[in-house]
């Protein structure tokens, strides 16, 4: 069974730091590509990142390119999302998802909110 | 960028009855489109990809239509577990992902 876990989300205040991760199992990690789509309360889903299998290939939305660094390690079956100078709107609950173009299985999510 | 539009916004439904959501995009997708299901305080769930395929364990009640610009989520008999929001994204042109408002169907 495909199974994601999202961490590391929590409270920053706005020009902080956070770092998420997604713990995956019952899937061979190495050979899909992940993506992170997150959902601000209450609001519709957006898209923020994906990462190819061996990690050469990444992609931003615009409203995180050069804030925000998607990575993952194969050998710990874990997809990570650096979240740098996070603004206000960026709080949301993040996903973690496999695949990219049809995000086939999806994490609970975790919430990052961004306040002082 | 592709602009997805959702209508409409709010659907009330009778549980048995036919539900038909539908799923506009700004430029051509071809039937690189997928729905989704989310139920409150839950993630999203796959439903439909490539417009009308649908997902491992979908029932069949579940089905879409569609290409180019135009698509349609029907649900042929509203079960109770049926009510929730749902999404549909374009994979055509990417980056970005980009998914539409979302549609409400919600017990009449």
């Known amino acids: 069974e495909v199974q994601l876990l999202e961490s590391g989300g929590g409270l920053a205040q706005p020009g902080g730091s956070l770092r998420l991760s997604c713990a995956a199992s019952?899937?061979?990690?190495?050979?899909?590509?992940m993506t992170w789509v997150r959902q601000a309360p209450g609001q519709g889903l957006e898209w923020v990142s994906a990462?190819?299998?061996?990690?050469?290939?990444?992609y931003y939305a615009d409203s995180v390119k050069g804030r925000f660094t998607i990575s993952r390690d194969n050998s710990k079956n874990t997809l990570y999302l650096q979240m740098n100078s996070l603004r206000a709107e960026d709080t949301a609950v993040y996903y973690c998802?496999?695949?990219?173009?049809?995000?086939?299985?999806w994490g609970q999510g975790t919430l990052v909110t961004v306040s002082s | 960028e592709i602009v997805m539009t959702q209508s409409p916004p709010t659907l009330s439904v009778s549980p048995g009855e036919r539900a038909t959501l539908s799923c506009r995009a700004s430029?051509?997708?071809?039937?690189?489109l997928a729905w989704y299901q989310q139920k409150p305080g839950q993630a999203p769930r796959l439903l439909i990809y490539?417009?009308?395929t649908r997902a491992t364990g979908i029932p069949a009640r579940f089905s879409g239509s569609g290409s180019g610009t135009e698509f349609t989520l029907t649900i042929s008999s509203l079960q109770s577990e049926d009510f929730a929001v749902y999404y549909c994204?374009?994979?055509?042109?990417?980056?970005?992902?980009?998914f539409g408002g979302g549609t409400k169907v919600e017990i009449k």
């Open positions: 019952g899937f061979t990690f190495n050979t899909y590509a």
């Open positions: 990462i190819s299998g061996g990690g050469d290939s990444t």
């Open positions: 994204q374009q994979y055509n042109n990417w980056p970005p992902l980009t």
């Open positions: 998802a496999r695949d990219l173009s049809w995000p086939t299985n």
């Open positions: 490539g417009a009308s």
């Open positions: 430029q051509s997708v071809s039937s690189n």
